[in-house]
DNA sequence: TTGATATATGTCATAATATAACATATCAAC
DNA sequence: GTTGATATGTTATATTATGACATATATCAA
C-alpha cells in the first residue's frame, strides 16, 4: 500500500498548525463543557491528529507505550471513547479505526471516503435529518440517532496508478 | 433485550415460504453465474434467513458445529465471504454480524436501520449514484465503490417503551 | 477417462480487536 | 477534609478474524 500523504480531502495542506489548533479548539471546547480533557486524552487525540490518517487503538496503544503514558489496552480504548463520545475523533467501523474529526463545530453526522489503494480517509460532513436515509426511516417510523455513512472506493490520488490510459 | 420479533422492516410478515423461496432464488441465481452453491454455504444462507436477524460469524458457526458441517472459524467465515461477495448476505460493520439480503435482485446498494433496543434490523434499497455521498465523491473526484449506510436508532415497536407517554 | 487446474474444505494455530472486573488514584463539590 | 464521582493502572479474558497448509472435490481439456 502506498503511503498516505494527504488524506485531509486527499489534497495536501500545511499541517504545521494544524494539530495545535485543533488541540487548542478541542481543549476550549472541554473546559466549556465541563469535560476533563486529560494527558491521556490529550495525547491520543494529538497522535491521531500529527498522523491526520485513520489509526488501529492498539497502533495508538503502541505510541503511549513508547511515551510511558499508558501499557494497556483499557488505557487507550477508554481515551477513544471519551474523545468518540464527543465527536472529537470519529471510529471508522469499515477499518476498526479511528481518526480526528476534521471539521471543528460542535454536532455532526460525518460521512467518510475510504480510498482502498492508499487507505486515506476523507470526512465530509452531512445532515442526518435530510437525504434517503432519513426518508427511508421517517416513512417506516425509525428514529435515527446516530449514521454511519462510509464508502469505499478510489481517491483522486490513486485513480490514475489503477486506471492506467 | 427485548426478543426481535420483526425484523423486516419491523414489521411481521409470512415467514413460512420466504426462506425456501430466498433460498431457490439464490440457488437458481448461482446456477446461472456458474457459483458453487455447496452444502456449507447454503445452510449458513439458511441458518440467517430462518432466523431473519444479524448473527455473528461464531452464532453461525455453533449452529453448524451442532450440525455437523464444521467446527473450526474458517469455515463460517469461508462461507460468507462466499455470501457477501455476491450480495447474498450481508455484513452489518456496525455489528459486526451477518443478515441475509432482504431483496430479490442482483446488485444493489443496501442501507440498513438498526435498533439499538432489540437489535433489530431492516434493510433498505438505495442508489450509489444518487445521493449526497455521491456528490460529495464526483465533487473530490473521489470514485465510490462501494458504500455501507447504517442509522443506529429506535425502531417503531420500541419507541413507545423508550419515550414514555 | 484421465490428468491438469482451479476451487472448496478440514484443521491447527495465531492475529487483531475489544471488554470485564477490580484496585487505586485523582478530581469536584460540599 | 470528607465524600461521591470520575479517571487510571492492571490482570485477565472475550470476541472477531485470518494465515497456512494438507486434503478433497469440481471443472475442463485432451
Ligand atoms: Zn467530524
Ligand atoms: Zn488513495
Ligand atoms: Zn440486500
Ligand atoms: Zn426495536
Redesign the pocket.
Known sequence: MPLNSDPIGFAHHDHATCVTDAVASVEARCIAA???F????KRVLEILLEEHRAL???EILDRLRDEG???????A???LD?LTKHDFVHKIERL?AFIACAHPHEVHTPAFLICRDCNAVAEAETNLTQGRLAKIASATGFIIERAILEAEGLCPNCIPKSEPA
Chains 1, 2 share one sequence.
Not at 503514558?69 to 488505557?75: D, F, K
Open positions: 465541563g469535560l476533563q486529560t494527558p491521556v486524552r488501529g487503538a492498539y503514558l499508558g501499557s494497556q489496552p483499557p488505557v480504548y477508554r481515551a471519551f476498526n
